[in-house]
């Protein structure tokens, strides 16, 4: 997609809704159709956006957010820690859609 943001990845149809796949690795797009994993993040509107997923673990509880945002991330994305201890990312879906959709 020549003219598409770097961080989408493709973007699929919902009857005549489209959904734009957002992809947060830098793995090489794949040229061919292909069936992937998404999280639907924000379906209101005329357009439905999707993070890609290369697999989903489950929920967690989230305890504890990052004061400081990391500049190597985009600002929506900030730096959370679950119950278990492990450092996660949560992602907010609207702000994701206005930086790479837009004002929509």
Same mark, same amino acid.
């Given at each position: 997609m020549p003219m598409a943001h770097r961080l989408v990845r493709g973007? #699929?149809?919902?009857? &005549? &809704?489209?959904? $734009? *796949?957002?992809? =947060?690795? #830098?793995k090489p797009a794949e040229l061919a159709p292909q069936a992937i !994993? !998404? $999280? =639907? =993040?924000? #379906?209101? #509107?005329?357009? $439905?956006?999707? =993070? *890609?997923?290369d697999r989903v673990h489950g929920v967690v509880t989230l305890v504890g957010r990052a004061t400081a945002s990391d500049p190597r991330w985009p600002r929506w994305l900030v730096r959370v820690r679950s119950q278990d201890g492990r450092m996660l990312a949560q992602l907010d879906g609207v702000q994701m859609a206005l930086d790479i959709g837009g004002a929509a």
């Open positions: 973007i #699929g149809f919902d009857e &005549r &809704r489209p959904i $734009v *796949c957002v992809m =947060l690795s #830098g !994993t !998404t $999280v =639907l =993040l924000a #379906g209101q #509107g005329p357009v $439905v956006w999707a =993070l *890609c997923a």
